[in-house]
C-alpha cells in the first residue's frame, strides 16, 4: 500500500528555518512528480513548490521563490522542503503529495495528485 509520512512541523521565530521530510513507502519517487502543498487557516489547499514527473523541473509559487527548496534523498523514498526565513504568512498545515502523472507547471496543482502525506502544521510565530 502507497504511503507518504510527513515529519512532524512545529513553532518557528520570525525568520528562522524548518525541514519538513516526507518518506514514501511502496512508491519510487524518481518515477513521480513531488509536490509540497499548504492550506493556511480560512483558505484553500495550495501547491507551493513542485518537481514535475517528466522533466524534473522545479516549479515555484511566487511567495516562497527565493526561500524555499524542494529535493529528494539519495535512496530515492524522501523528499524534502527546507523552508527558510520564514515568515507568519507562511503559517499552514503542510501535505507532501506525490504522483506519475503530474506533467510540468500542472505539477502544482492539488488535484493532479492522488497520494498524499499526512498534514502537518508549522506555526510562524514570535
Known amino acids: 500500500e502507497v504511503q507518504l509520512q510527513a515529519s512532524r512541523g512545529g513553532l518557528v521565530q520570525p525568520g528562522g528555518s524548518l525541514r519538513l521530510s516526507c518518506a514514501a513507502f511502496d512508491l519510487a519517487l524518481e518515477d513521480f512528480a513531488m509536490s509540497w502543498l499548504r492550506q493556511a487557516p480560512g483558505k484553500g489547499r495550495e501547491g507551493i513548490l513542485c518537481m514535475s514527473s517528466d522533466d524534473y523541473t522545479v516549479y515555484y509559487e511566487d511567495s516562497v521563490k527565493g526561500r524555499f527548496t524542494i529535493s529528494r534523498g539519495t535512496a530515492g523514498n524522501t523528499m524534502f522542503l527546507q523552508m527558510n526565513s520564514l515568515r507568519p504568512e507562511d503559517t499552514a498545515v503542510y501535505y507532501c503529495?506525490?504522483?506519475?502523472?503530474?506533467?510540468?507547471?500542472?505539477?502544482?496543482?492539488?488535484?493532479?495528485?492522488?497520494?498524499w502525506g499526512q498534514g502537518t502544521p508549522v506555526t510562524v510565530s514570535s
Open positions: 503529495a506525490a504522483d506519475y502523472k503530474a506533467y510540468g507547471s500542472g505539477c502544482l496543482s492539488a488535484g493532479s495528485y492522488d497520494y
